[in-house]
């Protein structure tokens, strides 16, 4: 028995080591993380260069770079506005709404790549709904459906 406790404290680590290690690690990577050293207009011009995917990926690297891409609507502005070129009633809708750009963006973006298939023609030669690529739908309202119809009726 004695011999077992002995072991135990031994292999414990005390609270006070665990939380200097802790310290340590949140330095170093404070140390190397771009988004806490550099100004913050030089992050915003760093991160407006990447596209889409890769900024929902960049803001899974850390909690700074999350919190600063998740709050900074001018990042997502210029991806709302490409999306706009296909979604524009959906786009001004969601504004008029008081949306922030990121949810617009979220709101719209899956729906504007399926919709703008079916606005090029994509579609165009379905001969049944199991023709269809089941992955690539997007529920979509009735207006929508309407451009896309009248697109079809133009081809």
């Known amino acids: ?17 665990v939380n200097s ?23 915003f011009k760093i991160f407006s260069q990447l596209d889409i995917r890769s900024l929902c990926r960049a803001s899974l690297t850390c909690r700074s770079w999350n919190y600063t891409i998740r709050n900074s609507d001018s990042l997502w502005k210029p991806h709302c506005m490409t ?10 809708d969601d504004l008029e709404s008081g ?5 617009i963006l979220l709101r719209n973006y899956q729906k504007s790549k399926v919709k703008h298939e079916w606005l090029s023609g994509r579609y165009s030669n379905i ?9 690539t739908m997007y529920p979509m309202d009735a207006d929508t459906w309407g451009e896309i119809l009248e697109a079809e009726l133009e081809r």
Do not use: G
């Open 83 to 92: 999306v706009r070129a296909v979604c524009r009633r959906e786009i001004d």
């Open 99 to 103: 949306y922030s750009w990121r949810v």
């Open 21 to 43: 290690v802790d310290a340590e690690k949140e330095k170093n990577e404070s140390e190397n993380n771009f988004v806490e050293l550099l100004p913050q207009e030089l992050t």
């Open 127 to 135: 001969c049944s709904p199991i023709s269809l690529p089941e992955k």
């Open 1 to 17: 028995m004695h011999k077992n406790s002995k072991r135990n404290s031994n292999s414990r680590v005390s609270h006070t080591e």
